[in-house]
């Protein structure tokens, strides 16, 4: 517990410092090991991705997504990027709200975080 006290102020500052570079690249890592997942299940990827439904509720599900974040900006006071990034993090709460707490800051990273 002394140690902790001790070393705290100064590790703490450089793991605060880092923490959200490290956060991103462990995201990056997740997604990597869910394409090898995706690769080790048998399924070839022209079977994935040509797959019609799949697909078609895909891309049904990204324009539905991103219209409804262009028709909601103005109601809530946003610039249509803003409301195009709100609406664009498609259920990945984790990693749209690192990414979107880069570009549009803490606050917006925030609300990615709780909405999507």
Not at 24 to 48: D, F, H, T
Not at 64 to 73: I, K, R, T
Request: charged content about 10%.
């Amino acid at each position: 517990m002394i140690t902790g006290l001790l070393l705290g102020p100064h590790l703490g500052e450089r793991l605060f410092n880092s923490a959200d570079l490290l956060a991103e690249w462990v995201l990056y890592v997740l997604l990597a090991l869910i394409g090898c997942q995706l690769r080790n299940s048998g399924m070839p990827l022209k079977q994935i991705l040509l797959n019609r439904m799949g697909l078609a509720i895909a891309v049904t599900l990204a324009l539905s997504s991103l219209l409804a974040g262009l028709a909601a900006a103005p109601l809530l006071s946003l610039s249509w990027n803003e409301g195009l990034a709100m609406a664009s993090g498609f259920g990945w709460y984790s990693l749209s709200a690192i990414l979107i707490g880069d570009q549009l800051g803490p606050l917006m990273g925030g609300v990615a975080f709780s909405t999507t």
